[in-house]
């Protein structure tokens, strides 16, 4: 069975720096998807970027980006020039590479920018 | 493009009745969809995967015949919780699987109390 470890449950960052989230996943795929997605008060689920495993090269979306490292099943999200709208939720996710698999997430990072 | 919708947003009702939750896609058609529950300051948690024609598939210890999901067209899946409990007060999201299989669209959520 796959899991999902955030092993930070709040992180905070001052509004301009940079914050990186943790992500440690299992599986004994090959091939898969992970995702991060944002929550934010709303509490409507946004996804923030996406990394296909087969792919070597780390996913980028503007100010946020992945290190994706395989062998070690990790999955960092890093978030550049941290604003206030980025406090939420964050949540890692796994899904394996077949047609319509569900969504395994992580436990949650809470993520406060302060001013 | 993608957009998914829930209705109500939040619903009281007493315990002992039921509750209906629906979830539109609104400008694609799904042909799956997926029901989660979250607890608050909780991960999102799968219920079951609802496929159009067919009977949903329930994960481990979701009660079936309690959590009724009905999935009647390509744009529509129902959740009904029957015989509400105080218990069963929680938030409940939606998504729906887009054009790629490792889309998945989620809904706004519904926030259920029972009393």
């Keep these: 069975a796959q899991t999902v470890t955030q092993s930070q449950p709040e992180m905070s960052v001052q509004e301009a720096e940079t914050v990186t989230l943790s992500c440690t996943y299992d599986t004994s795929e ?5 995702f991060w997605y ?27 980006s992945v290190n994706f490292q ?6 960092s999200l890093k ?8 406090t939420a939720m964050y949540f890692c996710a ?7 698999d569900k969504l395994i997430f992580g436990t949650g990072t809470r993520l406060q920018v302060f001013p | 493009g993608a957009v998914v919708s829930q209705h109500p947003s939040w619903v009281i009702c007493k315990s002992g ?10 400008d694609f058609q799904a042909t799956t969809m997926f029901w989660y529950r979250q607890f608050p300051k909780q991960s999102l948690m ?20 309690k959590f009724l999901i009905n999935h009647a067209s390509l744009t529509l899946s129902t959740l009904t919780v029957t015989s509400a409990h105080p ?4 938030f409940y999201i939606c998504s729906a699987e887009g054009r790629l299989s490792y889309e998945q669209y989620f809904g706004p959520g519904t926030r259920l109390t029972v009393t």
Excluded: W
């Design chain 2, 46 to 65: 799968l219920m079951a995967t609802s496929n159009e024609g067919s009977k949903a598939t329930y994960e481990q210890g979701v009660e079936k015949d």
């Design chain 1, 30 to 34: 090959n091939n898969y998807y992970l």
């Design chain 1, 38 to 64: 944002k929550q934010p008060p709303s509490r409507q689920m946004i996804l923030v970027i996406r990394q296909e495993a087969y792919k070597q090269q780390n996913a980028t979306e503007n100010r946020f």
């Design chain 1, 70 to 75: 395989k062998a070690a099943k990790s999955f």
């Design chain 2, 87 to 90: 218990e069963d007060s929680s």
């Design chain 2, 17 to 26: 009745t039921s509750v209906k939750i629906e979830c539109r896609s609104l």
């Design chain 1, 94 to 100: 796994f899904m394996k590479h077949v047609n319509t």
């Design chain 1, 79 to 86: 978030i550049s020039d941290s604003q206030l709208g980025d």
